[in-house]
């Protein structure tokens, strides 16, 4: 699907980005692979790995509409990866997280429609459903723009779709880097939020194979969310350290006790797959109708049950301690 072709990747230097690059020079004969992202030292960098002949490197900030409208020449794929992420420094900076995630989402969907590109999927995050932190009211905002965004296409053939997933083993700024650098410092205990903590758990790459495959799946206004395992935080560090102490020391401003990727409100529009779920849209499209028991690889699918609700702490998989080791050192080698 991606032979031949042009990807742009906004916030392509990220944890996420540069798997992405990685598994599709690895499997593909891409055209170009942009990278668009607004740190000229982080592409540099990246520039030191990949700096194959497709390879393109685009300063330029998503809040910056003419910069993508340039960036998305004869792109056909978008991922949209870019975003400000972490929790505690959008309740600080509320206005800095909306003018990114928002009026960053609806750039690029204004820069894809104006140049014709075939597929855009966004990124988005557990932390958008029911949201209680801006990061997640945010993330939210910018997955109903996507998914509108098919609505307002016209006469343009592109198509709009989110993946959301939970949290990424390793990637940076996340709970196993922290933990490990106060381990390898010699700490002498572990900070945790609270003993009843629970998250999705996901590595790397099979967070880059569940976009590459909706790539394929996609019609346009689909929320896609895989069936991924859960974890305890306690377990976590646990399996991390189990020679040392683990102190509570309270949630942070704005985060969760638990993670939801499919709400209850939302069971009458959720399709579940083998391997994921599917959350339709609520609102009517002009061009197709919201039935999404097959999808565009003839897959098939059943609506939940009624009140149905995809949470972090009543996920039927949970992951042992033992578990959890074998699965952090597969997604860290």
């Not at 592409?43 to 194959?52: D, I, P, S, Y």
């Not at 590459?212 to 991390?240: C, H, Q, W």
Request: proline share 4%.
């Amino acid at each position: 699907m991606f032979d031949n072709k042009t990807i742009l990747i906004t916030g392509g230097t990220g944890s996420f980005g540069k798997k992405y690059t990685q598994t599709l020079l690895s499997r593909y004969n891409p055209k170009k692979i942009i990278i668009f992202s607004r740190d000229e030292l982080k592409q540099f960098e990246m520039q030191q790995v990949f700096n194959q002949d497709c390879m393109r490197y685009f300063i330029g900030d998503v809040r910056d509409r003419d910069r993508l409208n340039r960036a998305m020449r004869g792109v056909d794929y978008v991922i949209h990866a870019a975003a400000m992420k972490q929790v505690p420094a959008a309740e600080y900076n509320p206005m800095e997280c909306v003018k990114t995630n928002i009026n960053g989402a609806e750039n690029v969907i204004d820069a894809a429609l104006n140049n014709d590109v075939k597929r855009v999927i966004a990124l988005s995050t557990d932390k958008a459903a029911n949201p209680i932190n801006l990061y997640g009211a945010t993330k939210l905002a910018s997955d109903k723009i996507f998914v509108a965004a098919n609505n307002i296409a016209g006469g343009h053939n592109t198509q709009f779709a989110v993946v959301r997933y939970g949290n990424v083993v390793g990637s940076r700024g996340s709970v196993v880097p922290f933990f490990q650098n106060l381990i390898d410092n010699g700490a002498t205990e572990l900070p945790i939020t609270h003993e009843n903590m629970t998250r999705f758990w996901i590595s790397l790459q099979d967070g880059v194979d569940f976009v590459l495959k909706n790539f394929e799946r996609m019609y346009g206004g689909e929320i896609f969310v895989p069936k991924i395992p859960s974890i305890k935080i306690t377990d976590l560090a646990t399996a991390m350290a189990p020679h040392l102490k683990q102190k509570v020391i309270g949630i942070r401003p704005g985060e969760k006790l638990h993670e939801v990727m499919c709400p209850g409100e939302l069971s009458y529009h959720t399709f579940e797959y083998a391997d994921h779920y599917v959350i339709a849209p609520t609102i009517s499209f002009s061009s197709r109708s919201n039935d999404y028991t097959v999808n565009a690889i003839k897959e098939e699918a059943q609506l939940v049950t009624e009140g149905f609700e995809y949470s972090s702490d009543t996920n039927p998989h949970f992951l042992s301690v033992d578990e959890i080791s074998d699965f952090n050192n597969k997604a860290m080698a």
